[in-house]
């Protein structure tokens, strides 16, 4: 019975998904964990790496015994006890200065819609005048960016049309995850996963203005956050940490120049930290020749208002709450999202206890661990990529910088309305240069703001579904819905024909190893010869030859 529970131990610490045994030594895992992730190191190196890949690998056989509300695996981060993350606070809007905005809209405060109305969509209006303030970065870094609550009426899908759920992967707007490594710029790769978002919705438009553009789709359209990360040096600091505000403000207003392709422009930065900062960063310049001429640089994001006079125009949506999300907050999340839209999101990797903190450092799949957030206070900058139902429980789909590896191919679930890790604070996000909005297109079937073209560059296959195969709805990834809009709980569900046979299958077993436990532990008794006594009567007895017969008793009939 001990080899049997020993046998079965081992059994649920197990895996399908496991690339590396759990039950082999440390040091055989760290070795197989070195060649799987192409692992390098300096002989000090090595050791401070092992000796943190054997106190996560030990961790982990913890982890798989307990009934967590996810799966946990090892990720090419395993050999670090802390992994990395990096945001600075994002700037705070003053009350005043949006009352002065909104005082200096066409026709007033009160009359919100005509101040925020759609641009024409064309080419044509690629390139805009700069207002004077764009001089001076920071003139264009204080609250004035943040496009005033008001105006979300105009600018995001109505908040009764809303679908069930919305998962950007499953539409071709955004693509897989990327590696930050050791350098600070969780920012810098939200940024890049938003405004790439952008320049692929409006990749229509592009095709116009860029050669380069033409046949670009979904997994081709990748842009430089190496770009993002050297120029967006007003506030952000590089490997030393930023925020994503600064890193789209940065961009919107052409500070950080033009952008380019990730396959001009590498990311370089990966082995880098902040202990490595001693100053700022070398300006890059696109390499594409395109792009070199300023009155042609790529710049993704769409201003509002940019006729305000010296005030710099409005650019990203918000939505900040000390507390927590409220319903209003989940709602403006929501439609920035129907909008086709990634959020930039954050988080604190360091709420709730280390063993939560460990725990979701290792996550493979499922919902994320719940870690009280304590005081609402981020240091780490992620991407909202969609929103629905997990088991029944309302989720939102994250996606992270650290690498493919980790997770569910870079994203995560969180359980909506639970603020773990202080993941529902504060969110933000741009609208594509081309943005208009139009309701007649809504809620048919094309669920975002460009319908025409989207679905135009479907068909050209600009879009694609980069829908990781071994996520599948109703199964590991987030549930389907039944006609009514109510989540198809179905990932633990079996036909009754099946429970049938499961029954079979079951009592068989247990019959089976009732059978091996009375063979091993209870063995039936030996059987001993012995001596065979039979009686006989006098004349019986004279007629036996007993010189030959040897012990056997004689019995007389006679008293």
Same mark, same amino acid.
């Given at each position: ?72 695996? /090892? ?29 200096? =809209? ?5 009359? %919100? ?30 609250? *004035?960016?943040? /496009?005033? &609550?008001?105006? +979300? ?6 908040? &009764?049309?809303?679908?069930?759920? %919305? ?25 890049? +996963? ?14 116009? %203005? ?17 770009? /993002?990360? *050297? ?28 952008? &380019? ?39 993704? /994001? ?5 006729? =305000?006079g010296t005030t710099c125009p409005s650019m990203v949506l918000r939505v900040s709450n000390d507390k927590g999300w409220d319903n209003d907050d989940k709602i403006k999340i929501k439609q920035m999202l129907a909008m ?101 297109? #809504? ?38 819905? &039944? ?17 049938? =046979? ?9 019959v089976f190893l009732y059978a091996l436990y009375k063979c091993i532990c209870k063995p039936p008794a030996q059987k001993i010869p012995t001596p065979a006594y039979i009686k006989f009567y006098e004349k019986e007895a @004279?007629?036996?030859? #007993?010189?030959? @017969? ?10």
């Amino acid at each position: 019975m001990l080899c049997l529970a020993i046998s079965f131990g081992a059994i649920k610490t197990k895996r399908s998904f496991d690339t590396i045994s759990i039950d082999s030594k440390c040091k055989a895992a760290f070795d197989a964990f070195m060649v799987q992730y192409n692992k390098s190191y300096t002989k000090q190196e090595e050791k401070v790496a092992n000796e943190n890949f054997c106190i996560n690998f030990e961790k982990l056989k913890e982890f798989r015994l307990q009934n967590l509300s996810h799966e946990v695996g /090892i990720n090419e981060h395993f050999d670090m006890i802390r992994y990395p993350n990096n945001m600075i606070p994002s700037p705070k809007p003053p009350v005043e200065e949006i009352a002065s905005n909104l005082n200096k =809209l066409e026709g007033g405060a009160s009359d %919100i819609d005509s101040g925020y109305s759609k641009i024409e969509q064309s080419p044509s209006n690629y390139n805009r005048d700069r207002p004077g303030s764009l001089t001076d970065p920071k003139k264009c870094s204080s609250g *004035n960016m943040y /496009i005033p &609550d008001t105006a +979300y009426k105009t600018i995001l899908p109505p908040a &009764d049309s809303l679908p069930k759920s %919305i998962d950007l992967r499953e539409f071709g707007l955004i693509g897989k995850a990327l590696d930050q490594g050791s350098c600070g710029s969780c920012y810098a790769f939200s940024a890049r +996963y938003v405004i790439n978002s952008a320049f692929l919705h409006d990749m229509y438009y592009y095709e116009k %203005i860029y050669e380069t553009a033409k046949g670009l789709n979904t997994s081709s359209t990748r842009l430089s956050v190496q770009m /993002i990360l *050297n120029n967006s040096d007003v506030y952000n600091s590089y490997c030393g940490g930023g925020n994503f505000v600064y890193a789209a403000i940065d961009v919107g207003y052409g500070y950080t120049g033009s952008m &380019d392709y990730e396959s001009k422009v590498p990311y370089l930065s990966m082995f880098q930290s902040d202990s490595d900062i001693q100053e700022k960063p070398t300006r890059i310049d696109p390499v594409t020749k395109e792009f070199q001429d300023g009155s042609k640089s790529l710049n993704p /994001i769409h201003w509002f208002n940019p006729k =305000l006079g010296t005030t710099c125009p409005s650019m990203v949506l918000r939505v900040s709450n000390d507390k927590g999300w409220d319903n209003d907050d989940k709602i403006k999340i929501k439609q920035m999202l129907a909008m086709g839209m990634p959020v930039s999101g954050q988080m604190n990797t360091e709420a709730g206890s280390s063993s939560n903190q460990l725990s979701f450092q290792m996550y493979k799949s499922g919902l994320a661990p719940q870690a009280d957030c304590a005081k609402p206070t981020s240091n780490h900058q992620v991407t909202i990529a969609g929103y629905g139902h997990y088991k029944g429980k309302e989720v939102w789909l994250f996606l992270n910088s650290w690498g493919s590896s980790w997770g569910q191919g870079g994203y995560y679930m969180v359980e909506m309305g639970s603020n773990t890790f202080c993941s529902e604070v504060e969110a933000n996000t741009i609208v594509p240069k081309y943005w208009g909005f139009d309701n007649t297109y #809504w809620p048919t079937n094309q669920p975002f703001h460009q319908s025409q073209m989207y679905k135009d560059g479907v068909k050209n296959g600009t879009f694609f579904n980069m829908f990781n195969v071994s996520v599948r709805r109703g199964a590991n990834g987030m549930d389907n819905y &039944d006609d009514n809009g109510d989540p198809i709980i179905e990932y633990h569900t079996l036909p009754w024909s099946k429970w049938i =046979l499961v029954g079979v299958i079951g009592v068989f077993m247990l019959v089976f190893l009732y059978a091996l436990y009375k063979c091993i532990c209870k063995p039936p008794a030996q059987k001993i010869p012995t001596p065979a006594y039979i009686k006989f009567y006098e004349k019986e007895a @004279a007629a036996v030859k #007993w010189e030959t @017969a040897d012990g056997i008793d004689i019995i007389s009939d006679r008293v």
